[in-house]
């Protein structure tokens, strides 16, 4: 069997050690395989080498995993224990979050390449937050009270919890949708069964130690890093999971849907991929809809669902807007996460800098016009410069496909009417952007967009409120603000006769 001795990861930068749980959290203890021995090599992607292995959950594990959620959910959670209790609880793991918010940013910056900084302050600082939301909720999840008969009868709803969760992670925001999935579903008291990227499990790994320290019972929140073929198909397809929540890929969402359609019909929700679409009209503040822009394209180098991958700018002020981001865009600071003045890092994978460098050909070979970046950058590191292509069509495939990197496509527009068409040309529908200062126009065109989030004179802003989600291939169900709780109850309707009588045969 892999060990499930911790590591001890040395950071060269700060010259201080952390230690990592590398085993299966199962029951409030860190364990191996039940009946593998295959490991997960975690990767930094800034040097290219190895951090640390944990131990790759097999079927078997998600099924003693489940067992343990589903033993907590009948016992020590669920229905038994009070949204006090439970609020208490998450308030405590956000505080102790919170306290070890650099070790985890620190954690986060290795294995994801992401700086320190933006993990620290927005990362972690917007899970806290979220954690404290969602414990807010804990104890206000009430059903109604409904009018029958005054006489004779009432009924009333409960929103229970659904049961034992299924979450599946991605890489590109492991503690965020780490939070953005633990903290709903306890608050309502369901149990749940994390599966985090096998390609960014360390923080997971850590923050389940924080599970332990902040109080919850043995088996809430059970941890099984594995790869996505094995523990994420595993889960999707167990008969004994009520609910499974995934963020990822569209086509992997499909599979995931298609495994729950096949086992018990779980309830699922879907937050997939994206090709946003960000508009500049021109009578825009030029100096802020391009830092928008740049944001909207480069942070966490493009790796975000909600990209504005695909600008669309009219075409009167097309030649000085363009001038201007530009100009943004070479002030991003892209190196050394550990050093506070980053702001963009590796992206996560040689996997996914080669799918960025096929894209970038892919703009090339059909035509774009590469007006910033678009080469390596010598030495190691999965480094990609922010990239801007103009003259970008339809038919191209950077206008079309998610790429989840620092590249943006360009497309010049000359009426309203014609960038909403442009925008809305996608089989995608998570988020998109417009800038303009007539407020007729914004609610206009905010109305039209197909999307799950508009943003108006700003972009990629999310608040733990309000609620975010996917129309067509996108997604399905909600996540954030009190929009998330729907996904992890279940509403009973109980109908209470106090005093009619039934005369048989009726
Ligand atoms: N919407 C988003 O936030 C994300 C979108 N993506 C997109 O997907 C592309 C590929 O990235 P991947 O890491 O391959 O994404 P992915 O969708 O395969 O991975 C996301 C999660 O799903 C799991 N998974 C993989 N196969 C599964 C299966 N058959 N059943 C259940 N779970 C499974 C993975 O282990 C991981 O935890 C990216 O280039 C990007 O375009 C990737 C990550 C996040
Ligand atoms: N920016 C929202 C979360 C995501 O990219 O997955």
Known sequence: MASAQPAVISIAQTG????????????????PSVDSTAVIDC?????????????????????????????????????N????????????????????????????????????RVARDFDIGDSVACLRYYAGWADKIIGQSLEVDNKTKVAFTRHDPIGVCGQIIPWNYPIN??????????????????????????????????????GFPPGVVNTVPSLGAVGGAALALHADVDKVAFTGSTVTGRKVMEAAAKSNLKKVSLELGGKSPHIIFESADLEQAANWAALGILYNTGQDCTAGSRLFVQESIYDRFMAILVSKAKELVIGDGFDEKTSGGPVVSKMQYDKIFRYIGYGKEQGAKCILGGEKRPGKGYFVEPTIFTEVTRDMKIFQDEIFGPVLAVTKFKTEEEAVRLANDTTYGLGAGLHSNDASQCMRVAGELEAGTVWINQYNLLTNNVPFGGKKQSGIGRELGSYALEEYTSVKAVHWNFGEKLDWPL
């Open 16 to 31: 201080r050690t952390i230690t990592v749980p590398t085993g299966l959290f199962i029951n409030n203890a860190f364990v």
């Open 43 to 79: 990767l930094n992607p800034a040097t290219e080498e190895k951090i640390c292995s944990v131990v790759a959950g097999s079927a078997a594990d998600i099924d003693r995993a489940v067992a343990a959620a589903r033993a907590a959910f009948r016992t020590t959670w669920g229905k």
């Open 81 to 116: 224990v009070t949204g006090f209790e439970r609020a208490r609880l998450l308030n405590r793991l956000a505080d102790l979050v919170e306290r070890d918010a650099q070790a985890l940013g620190e954690l986060e910056a290795l294995n994801n390449g992401k700086p320190v």
């Open 177 to 214: 949708m780490w939070s953005w999935k633990v903290a709903p579903a306890l608050a309502c008291g369901c149990t749940i069964v994390m599966k985090p990227s096998e390609i960014t499990p360390l923080t997971a790994l850590k923050l389940s130690e924080l599970i332990v320290e902040a």
